[in-house]
Nanobody, 126 residues
């Protein structure tokens, strides 16, 4: 199983970018996906999760209303749209896959994730 994140980079405060997570080597349509992030000196935190069947989503408070999450099973890809970026969004973003149904639990408990990608870095600066 492999997950590859892409789309990270430099974004200005208030700007937008889209992160992608592409799966290979497993039936990703049967998995829920989570996006976690880790800033320097901080613990990794869940920011957004999406279920496998009905595409239910859950967002952490700091990003709710600014981030959107979608998936394209035909492309085996999950997209995290970052809007109205602020300094708190600067971090390395990790994509994870899990066979769970509770999106709140998936975003809250890092141990719920079955496997991870290598991460993509987001820098917020003018």
């Amino acid at each position: 199983e492999q997950l590859v994140e892409s789309g990270g980079g430099l974004v200005q405060p208030g700007g937008s970018l889209r992160l992608s997570c592409t799966a290979s080597g497993f039936n990703s349509e049967n998995y829920a996906f989570a996006w976690y992030r880790q800033a320097p000196g901080k613990e990794r935190e869940g920011v957004a999760c999406i279920s496998h069947g009905d595409f239910r989503t859950w967002f952490a408070d700091p990003v709710r209303g600014r981030f959107t999450l979608s998936r394209d099973n035909a492309k085996k890809t999950v997209y995290l749209q970052v809007n109205n970026a602020n300094s708190g969004d600067a971090a390395t973003y990790y994509c994870g896959a899990a066979m769970v149904n509770n999106m709140y639990r998936l975003c809250l408990l890092e141990g719920s994730v079955d496997f991870w990608g290598q991460g993509t870095q987001v820098t917020v600066s003018s």
